[in-house]
């Protein structure tokens, strides 16, 4: 049988909506000594913020009450909770990211699973 994200990924993602401020998102960030934030819409994952975008926003001058919404990567890459790890290695080598963000079959955000997430299911997989 196969690992699902599901049984690897974290629960306790840090969120927030796209209306609060790069002031918020950095506290919260610093509160959670986290490096990335997902941005919601009503529950659902619409972009991330990392600590790069947080770098790239105030070099370009951003005000610290500008919008999350505004300065958040916005395509967002996500994987299905259902889906094998397989598949989540596959777009993070794809796409060159370290984090992605779960979502149920409604498109809810459920959790987040990173690259060390996944070599846990994979040492799993090939210890069994």
């Given at each position: 049988?196969e690992?699902?994200?599901?049984?690897?990924?974290k629960t306790?993602v840090?969120?927030?909506?796209?209306?609060?401020?790069l002031r918020?998102v950095?506290?919260m960030?610093?509160?959670?000594?986290?490096?990335s934030?997902i941005v919601?819409?009503?529950g659902k994952?619409?972009?991330i913020?990392?600590?790069r975008?947080?770098?790239?926003?105030?070099?370009?001058?951003?005000?610290?009450?500008e919008?999350?919404?505004v300065i958040?990567?916005?395509?967002?890459?996500t994987?299905r909770?259902?889906?094998?790890i397989?598949?989540?290695?596959?777009l993070?080598r794809?796409?060159n990211?370290?984090h992605?963000?779960?979502?149920?079959?409604?498109g809810?955000l459920?959790g987040?699973i990173?690259?060390?997430?996944?070599a846990r299911?994979?040492?799993?997989m090939?210890e069994?």
């Amino acid at each position: 049988m196969e690992e699902i994200v599901k049984d690897y990924m974290k629960t306790d993602v840090v969120s927030m909506e796209k209306n609060v401020t790069l002031r918020e998102v950095t506290k919260m960030m610093t509160m959670k000594n986290v490096g990335s934030i997902i941005v919601t819409e009503s529950g659902k994952p619409i972009g991330i913020i990392t600590e790069r975008d947080v770098v790239r926003a105030i070099g370009n001058d951003k005000s610290l009450d500008e919008k999350a919404g505004v300065i958040m990567t916005s395509s967002l890459i996500t994987v299905r909770e259902d889906s094998p790890i397989t598949g989540a290695l596959s777009l993070m080598r794809t796409y060159n990211i370290r984090h992605l963000p779960v979502v149920n079959q409604e498109g809810k955000l459920t959790g987040i699973i990173s690259i060390r997430d996944i070599a846990r299911a994979l040492d799993d997989m090939f210890e069994s």
